[in-house]
């Protein structure tokens, strides 16, 4: 386990309801349906945007749809995650130890663009 995951876990620890971390909670299969949702609204909006010529925000749209499946996966592992960048430490920890058919190099392209999001 890395050392961002374990400082994740400590700050998910600290705080009832608004720790910025990795929170241990019960699986949900419908807060996990609600980011699925969630996710499909931003999938349309990437498409919305592209008919309406605004393709500069489908960049956006399109990164918060893979993360809310992110958060999707974090949740059916039983942990909320309420900062970006424990959510992709922790995929990157099932990336390792073999839970999920994702790469590390299709991880990073996601967390990239959001990068380039957050700079621009």
Known sequence: MSDKLKKCFKEGETGKER??????????????KKHMEKAMHNL?????????????????????????????????????????????AFIEDLINNGEIALTISELREVFDRIKKEVEA
């Not at 393709?55 to 918060?64: E, H, M, T």
């Not at 039983?78 to 970006?84: E, H, P």
């Open 19 to 32: 720790h910025r971390g990795l929170k241990k909670i019960e699986p949900s299969k419908d807060l996990i």
């Open 44 to 88: 349309n909006a990437v498409v919305d945007f592209k008919n309406r010529g605004y393709s500069d925000w489908s960049a956006s749209a399109s990164f918060y749809c893979l993360y809310q499946g992110l958060l999707a996966l974090v949740l059916k592992h039983g942990y909320q995650s309420r900062n970006q960048s424990c959510t992709f």
